[in-house]
């Protein structure tokens, strides 16, 4: 079964002395705010429900397109593979049913987006779906799977503690920047104490080689004998995985999609 749901926005959190933390000023109804100043705000998934005994609970997060028709497709496909799949939106704050094609257009409003978006509301974000999903399945530890600036976005999923197993699938921008300014977020893996895999097309214009090289470095400091970390080259372009985008390679879909399956069977 699989179905949209919304998630409520997560309660405040305690403030020093036992004080729950009041909302800013602009807070509008159904948000929190947590310790931090970020404004929880409900959060509308789709989520995919296994049919068969559970194998593990798996975020998914989209493109900057949101959670569009293939999202939701793989998410519905983990599903099939026994993992409940809860796919989570990237800009609740501006964009929360945001559904996007793969048009010029639709990638210019999705970058808008982006731009307006922060690492701190992301993890604020991530946290709340995470907990979600670990109260509703009984997971202990988690899955993630993101793509394009989900994966970007993945890298900070992976250094919550509930995150077990993250694939990355050409999540540009790490090793250059981070959401809302701030430090690379490539910065964040020392504290990644699950396993991560990268999936990269060697001709993605997104990803120069500079960069999935500065991702391999990081890779292997925080991982020296590659027993958690791992950087997959591809021949193929950017975006893939994804049949509705140009750029669709079949053979390196296969692959990817079975090495993102090995990662979550051999973890989860």
Known sequence: MAEWITLPAAPGRAAPGGATEGRPTGAQAGEQADGSGVV???????????????R??????PEVFGINAWVRSVADRLALEGYAAL???LFA????????????DDLAEGRRHKDRTSSAELLADLDGACRWLQQRTGAGLLGCVG???????????ASLPQIAATADFYGAGVASGRPGGGPPTLDVLPEVTGRRWCFCGR??????????????AA????????????LIELEA????MCEARPDHDPEAAAAGWQGMLELFATTL
């Open 147 to 157: 793509f394009c600036f989900g994966g970007h976005a993945s890298l900070l999923a």
């Open 203 to 216: 001709r993605d214009p997104l990803m120069p080689a500079a960069e999935q090289a500065a991702i391999g």
């Open 87 to 89: 796919a989570v939106p």
């Open 56 to 61: 593990g609970a798996i975020l998914v997060l």
């Open 40 to 54: 929880s705000v409900p959060l509308r998934c789709w989520w995919a429900a296994p049919t068969s005994p559970g």
């Open 237 to 240: 372009g950017h975006g893939f």
């Open 93 to 104: 704050r501006t964009a929360p049913a945001l559904e996007l094609g793969y048009g010029a």
């Open 219 to 230: 890779l292997r400091q925080a991982d020296p004998e590659g027993a958690r970390h791992r």
